[in-house]
């Protein structure tokens, strides 16, 4: 069974930096594609960003491209979500989710395209 696990949220000022992790469990996390997606009070939960099994191809939304980073550690199997010059309106829960990449890769921005999820982590940036 996979777990997924986020950590690093917290509250942050608006301009700041925070990083987020997500640490899997299970053996083929390298053939895994990996996204994060966000959910904000009374809204739908939103694709933010996604990368290849080997960190080599990512796709970012419009809203924190230039100011988000995804990345990975396969040797940790762990993802990561740099976050820079937050605002208050990238408040909102972060959950990372994994594909087991069947298909090849392309940016996977549709919460259907994920076979596993994580409980999320709560951001809050404050103005």
């Known amino acids: 069974q996979v777990q997924l696990v986020e950590s690093g949220g917290g509250l942050v000022q608006a301009g700041g930096s925070l990083r987020l992790s997500c640490a899997a469990s299970?053996?083929?996390?390298?053939?895994?594609?990996m996204g994060w997606f966000r959910q904000a009070p009374g809204t739908e939960r939103e694709f933010v960003a996604t990368i290849s099994w080997n960190g080599g191809s990512t796709s970012y939304a419009d809203s924190v491209q230039g100011r988000f980073t995804i990345s990975r550690d396969n040797a940790k199997n762990t993802v990561y979500l740099q976050m820079n010059s937050l605002k208050p309106e990238d408040t909102a829960i972060y959950y990372c989710?994994?594909?087991?990449?069947?298909?090849?890769?392309?940016?996977?921005?549709?919460?259907?395209?994920?076979?596993?999820w994580g409980q999320g982590t709560q951001v809050t940036v404050s103005s």
């Open positions: 989710a994994a594909d087991r990449g069947v298909g090849g890769w392309f940016a996977r921005r549709r919460l259907s395209e994920y076979d596993y």
């Open positions: 299970g053996r083929t996390f390298g053939s895994w594609i």
